[in-house]
């Protein structure tokens, strides 16, 4: 007679790892998402057809804000009154509290050039000094110069609800190659 495992039978075993696998694919799919990238406004940080893993952590003033500099995805229903086809990838650039200023090429945050952390600068746009309340964001995309604005400088947009993010761009997927 054979002697049991710690754990019970290795049937009772594989059907434990099994649940398991079940219930972790259901967490990550509650929680994670894909998301392609239509479109050059995040170029070159984001390529047009590049497959992110986003996250689907909503913001709220009672969920926390998005950080300075992180790449968050707008609602669709709000991208597409703002003139997108799709969903928009931007980066935050100012949080509740900051000032922002896009003057004479610069972007500026809290009076100081803002520069991401990829080394994207400068604008070409001007923007008045605006003070950005609880609750909401200034996005910029890093694609500065392209006639399509879909952040913060178009009014459709401007300084934006943090309610209406999507969530935030975790990782980059596909193609192999561009993996960050």
């Not at 949080?95 to 003057?103: A, K, L, N, S």
């Not at 746009?125 to 500065?144: P, Q, S, Y």
Request: proline residues 5%.
């Amino acid at each position: 007679m054979q002697l049991l495992r710690p754990g019970g039978t290795e049937k009772e075993r594989a059907h434990r790892w099994y649940r398991l696998a079940f219930v972790a694919a259901i967490v990550v799919f509650i929680l994670l998402a894909p998301e392609v990238n239509n479109g050059k406004y995040m170029d070159p940080t984001i390529s047009d057809g590049q497959v992110l893993v986003t996250s689907k952590t909503a913001f709220s003033m009672n969920r926390g804000m998005p950080d300075r500099g992180q790449l968050v995805i707008l609602k669709k229903p709000f991208s597409q009154e703002a003139g997108a086809d799709d969903n928009i990838i931007t980066r935050v650039i100012g949080v509740p509290g900051d000032t922002v200023e896009i003057t004479e090429g610069k972007v500026l945050v809290n009076d100081e050039e803002y520069v991401t952390p990829n080394g994207i600068e400068g604008c070409k746009d001007e923007v008045a000094k605006v003070k950005i309340k609880d609750g909401t964001v200034f996005v910029l995309c890093d694609n500065r110069n392209t006639k399509q604005k879909f952040d913060s400088r178009n009014e459709k947009i401007g300084i934006m609800s943090a309610k209406e993010i999507k969530g935030k761009v975790l990782l980059r997927a596909w193609p192999p190659g561009k993996l960050k």
